[in-house]
């Protein structure tokens, strides 16, 4: 009979399981080569990218940032390196989210309405009256 380390389970030692610390190693280093995938993309697609345009009508050149996008197949590509985390999101969803999230700040950003008549018309602090 055998204890288990973990509930203190006492079983025979041929229905225990023990730890393959070869496999537990190799998913370890798979880990480490999937992350440092997702951080190359990241520093890849992350930033956003400037053009110069000339607006005819105001008479001068603006300059505009763009978001760096990526086809369907190359984000089938890229997303092999990290296949359960859903690396890549259509640009429709995207722009729905983030509306969503902007909506959300706003909401927060307004300022609370305080109903006066709870207040305590005496300062705090032993103001002059």
């Known amino acids: 009979m055998a204890k288990?380390?973990?509930t203190g389970v006492?079983?025979?030692?041929?229905e225990m399981f023990i730890l393959d610390i070869t496999?537990?190693?190799k998913a370890v280093q798979n880990l480490h080569r999937q992350a440092a995938a997702v951080e190359q993309i990241m520093r890849q697609?992350?930033?956003?990218?400037?053009a110069e345009v000339y607006n005819h009508e105001m008479k001068k050149s603006l300059t505009l940032r763009y978001f760096r996008l990526v086809t369907p197949t190359v984000a089938l590509a890229l997303s092999a390196a990290c296949p359960?985390?859903?690396l890549f999101m259509p640009w429709d969803a995207f722009k729905a989210?983030?509306?969503?999230?902007?909506?959300r700040r706003k909401t927060h950003r307004q300022p609370?309405?305080?109903?006066?008549?709870?207040l305590d018309p005496a300062?705090?602090?032993?103001?002059?009256?």
């Open 123 to 129: 300062p705090v602090g032993g103001g002059v009256s």
């Open 97 to 103: 989210r983030r509306r969503e999230l902007i909506a």
């Open 4 to 6: 288990c380390f973990f």
């Open 112 to 118: 609370v309405m305080v109903d006066e008549s709870c």
């Open 10 to 14: 006492e079983q025979p030692t041929e």
């Open 45 to 50: 697609l992350n930033g956003k990218d400037s």
């Open 84 to 86: 359960d985390a859903g």
């Open 23 to 25: 496999a537990a190693r």
